[in-house]
């Protein structure tokens, strides 16, 4: 199994290593979450079967916990807080604002780590052939 941490790392397809997993960007907070079904330079399929990213919420959850785990230290050594309030809001808020981040993130890591395509370079080519040979 080739990963690649760069293609998981800018969201790209694990098979070709150029196609975008998601239709728009992670900054457009009401389509963040829209997917491609494939690959639009491969084809690769992006939904290797129904239910496949019930997974992805084990990696969320746990970067997330290091989130959490990291803000709450680091909001001790520079403030110490008294109230349990600032705690929960040093430890929250980064979480919330990096949403489309984590679900991005963990699917992109459930995809390449758990999906079974392997790079392949010549994916692209054949996509295109397979493609023209269609029309």
Do not use: D
């Amino acid at each position: 199994m080739s990963v690649s941490i760069k293609a998981m790392w800018s969201l790209r397809c694990p098979q070709c290593r150029k196609g975008k997993m998601f239709q728009h960007s992670g900054l457009n907070i009401g389509k963040f979450i829209k997917m491609n079904k494939s690959c639009p330079k491969c084809g690769c399929n992006f939904e290797p079967e129904p239910g496949f990213y019930f997974g992805a919420m084990y990696f969320s959850y746990g970067i997330n916990m290091a989130i959490m785990i990291s803000c709450a230290v680091a909001t001790y050594v520079l403030i110490n807080p008294e109230s349990t309030v600032v705690w929960i809001l040093s430890a929250m808020i980064p979480c919330l604002m990096l949403v489309p981040f984590t679900f991005r993130f963990s699917r992109a890591l459930m995809l390449h780590l758990f999906g079974g395509a392997s790079y392949k370079p010549g994916a692209i080519e054949k996509h295109q052939s397979e493609q023209n040979s269609l029309k």
